[in-house]
């Protein structure tokens, strides 16, 4: 199968979680955007979606999806999203699409975080794909130095020659060369430097499951 073949796998598979005549939270990349093609399928079965990123927020809505700001909800059963990494206990590392700030707030409203991966996301270590840090933009030296000290190699992310700029108007540096053997340590400790908005570790608030694509069919990895 190819990569994009499991993602759709993956997907069908996540709208099983979909809770009937409930609000969604949709995740951000484009194994998220295989889930929202799918999502469209039901989508008279659902109250709404909250999205992550406006990226998300316009494919909902080209879908006829309504689309809901966070602030106007106060119950939401399940976020689905994508991960550029994820290790055995649930732990993910997320934020290629730069949505990371958006992402895991609305994950925190959640009652259960579904992960969608094809199987080449799943590591024993966390820390080969580069590790996003959203920052404010007048802070990305002093946090790139921070952050190169703690071990890793810290760049801005550009487009197009110039700082990539997130939903929130902020930029993200991508920290290179680490090997996170602890990452609720890890990020507690790059959240607490200033200038950070937050880093691109799920460790916190992991996910509950795991729904990965593989060669002999989509494996249910439960964690919580």
């Given at each position: 199968?190819?990569q994009d073949e499991l993602k759709l796998a993956?997907?069908?598979?996540?709208?099983?979680?979909?809770?009937?005549?409930?609000?969604?939270?949709?995740?951000?990349?484009?194994?998220?955007?295989?889930?929202?093609?799918?999502?469209?399928?039901?989508?008279?079965?659902?109250?709404?979606?909250?999205?992550?990123?406006?990226?998300?927020?316009?494919?909902?809505?080209?879908?006829?999806?309504?689309?809901?700001?966070?602030?106007?909800?106060?119950?939401?059963?399940?976020?689905?999203?994508?991960?550029?990494?994820?290790?055995?206990s649930g732990a993910m590392i997320?934020?290629?699409?730069?949505?990371?700030?958006?992402?895991?707030?609305?994950?925190?409203?959640?009652?259960?975080?579904?992960?969608?991966?094809?199987?080449?996301?799943?590591?024993?270590?966390?820390?080969?794909?580069?590790?996003?840090?959203?920052?404010?933009?007048?802070?990305?030296?002093?946090?790139?130095?921070?952050?190169?000290?703690?071990?890793?190699?810290?760049?801005?992310?550009?487009?197009?020659?110039?700082?990539?700029?997130?939903?929130?108007?902020?930029?993200?540096?991508?920290?290179?060369?680490?090997?996170?053997?602890?990452?609720?340590?890890?990020?507690?400790?790059?959240?607490?430097?200033?200038?950070?908005?937050?880093?691109?570790?799920?460790?916190?608030?992991?996910?509950?499951?795991?729904?990965?694509?593989?060669?002999?069919?989509?494996?249910?990895?439960?964690?919580?």
């Amino acid at each position: 199968m190819t990569q994009d073949e499991l993602k759709l796998a993956v997907a069908q598979a996540a709208i099983a979680y979909v809770v009937e005549g409930e609000i969604v939270g949709v995740g951000t990349g484009s194994t998220a955007n295989f889930f929202i093609d799918e999502l469209a399928k039901m989508k008279d079965k659902i109250k709404a979606a909250v999205a992550s990123s406006e990226a998300t927020a316009e494919r909902l809505r080209a879908h006829g999806i309504t689309v809901l700001d966070l602030n106007e909800v106060t119950h939401m059963p399940v976020y689905i999203d994508g991960a550029d990494e994820i290790n055995a206990s649930g732990a993910m590392i997320k934020g290629g699409g730069a949505a990371l700030t958006r992402e895991k707030i609305v994950a925190s409203v959640a009652d259960k975080f579904v992960c969608i991966a094809d199987g080449s996301k799943l590591v024993d270590t966390l820390g080969r794909f580069p590790l996003p840090v959203e920052v404010i933009p007048m802070s990305h030296a002093v946090v790139s130095r921070q952050l190169n000290a703690l071990g890793g190699n810290a760049k801005l992310r550009l487009k197009d020659g110039q700082p990539l700029v997130t939903d929130n108007g902020n930029y993200i540096l991508d920290v290179h060369g680490l090997q996170i053997t602890d990452p609720l340590a890890l990020e507690n400790t790059i959240n607490n430097i200033v200038g950070v908005v937050t880093v691109g570790l799920f460790a916190r608030q992991g996910a509950d499951v795991c729904l990965l694509g593989t060669a002999e069919g989509v494996k249910s990895l439960i964690y919580k």
